[in-house]
């Protein structure tokens, strides 16, 4: 049981250069999240899914897209990178029961550069 | 809507003495509350929750926090700081509807000296 896992773990791109994380979960969990992680802010939501097929978008969306094809992955996309995506990036999951928030596993982080 | 203050941005205290870490939310919603620990370029690990049962919830590592909700506050505590606990530590809190995703304060640095 490897819980979740992202690739890469690292990541050098040039201005205007696309890419795409991937993040995997083996928890058979219904709802996956995309976070940012910049120094002295957190973690703030970028895309969310509740479920295989559907994606939503978070707290700051603009310049990503993602896609939730399988239920175990959740891909994030950048079309044009730019500086400002510079940042560590967190992808979660959980499995919400009844009307209580349990707690959302995370992976290990990539860290993404943009020159 | 949901927010998180935690009213310490660095915390520093000797080895085996008690460590507190502030931390007040704002919910419009029964909320869930949770503490998360980051180790120097690693993930996250949680490790407490509130969910609604006890308010004084244990959690790994000898941490514990209480939930007062007539003082919306959801702070970290330990009897006897170690080395190791020296990590950035997260308050956060998620509505128990809609998308459940997690609002994170802005963290507290706990530097442990020997």
């Known amino acids: 049981n490897a819980g979740v896992t992202q690739t890469p773990k690292f990541r050098v791109l040039k201005t205007g250069q696309s890419m795409t994380l991937l993040c995997a979960q083996d928890m058979n969990h219904e709802y996956m999240y995309w976070y940012r992680q910049d120094p002295g802010m957190g973690l703030r939501l970028i895309h969310y899914?509740?479920?295989?097929?559907?994606?939503a978008k978070g707290e700051v969306p603009d310049g990503y897209n993602v896609s939730r094809l399988k239920k175990q992955n959740f891909l994030l996309g950048l079309e044009s990178a730019a500086p400002s995506q510079t940042s560590v990036y967190f992808c979660?999951?959980?499995?919400?029961?009844?009307?209580?928030?349990?707690?959302?596993?995370f992976g290990p982080g990539t860290r993404l550069t943009v020159t | 809507a949901q927010s998180v203050t935690q009213l310490d941005s660095h915390v520093s205290v000797s080895e085996g003495t008690p460590v507190l870490l502030r931390c007040n939310y704002s919910s419009s919603y029964s909320p869930s509350l949770f503490w998360y620990v980051q180790h120097p370029n690693k993930g996250l690990q949680l490790l407490l929750k509130?969910?609604?049962?006890?308010?004084l919830v244990k959690g790994i590592n000898g941490f514990e926090a209480e939930f007062k909700k007539s003082e919306t506050s959801f702070h970290l505590t330990k009897p006897s700081a170690h080395m190791s606990d020296a990590a950035e530590y997260f308050c956060?809190?998620?509505?128990?509807?809609?998308?459940?995703?997690?609002?994170f304060g802005s963290g507290t640095r706990l530097q442990v000296q020997p």
């Open positions: 979660a999951s959980s499995y919400p029961r009844g009307g209580v928030t349990y707690e959302q596993y």
């Open positions: 509130y969910t609604s049962a006890a308010t």
């Open positions: 956060v809190v998620s509505a128990n509807t809609g998308r459940r995703a997690l609002t």
């Open positions: 899914s509740v479920g295989e097929g559907t994606t």
